[in-house]
């Protein structure tokens, strides 16, 4: 089973820092002076933004078919097929050799 995280996907993105950073610089600039400067939010923002809100809305687990499987243990009906889980792990080690190798 493979876990679409889109957190991994922005590696190298300290959300936290780049706020702070920015509010820092906007401190210094505004320092004695009008502020008669107008800000823009740069493409990667916007993505950042867009990002954010995908990951807040996204369940991160479907509760009904956990309690479906939990269930299914308690009362022993619970079946493991294991060529699914070898299929499964042989995807996994593939995925992982061939992300060493990039």
Known sequence: ?????????????????????????????????QPTESVTLSPLAAQLKSLEA?????????AAKVDAIKSAISSGKFTVDSEKVADGLIETVKDLLNTQKS
Do not use: P, W, Y
């Open 1 to 33: 089973m493979k876990i679409n995280d889109l957190i991994k996907k922005t590696v190298g993105l300290d959300i936290e820092k780049l706020g702070t950073n920015t509010a820092k610089k906007a401190e210094k600039s505004d320092a004695g002076t």
């Open 54 to 62: 995908n990951v807040a809305s996204t369940e991160v687990f479907d």
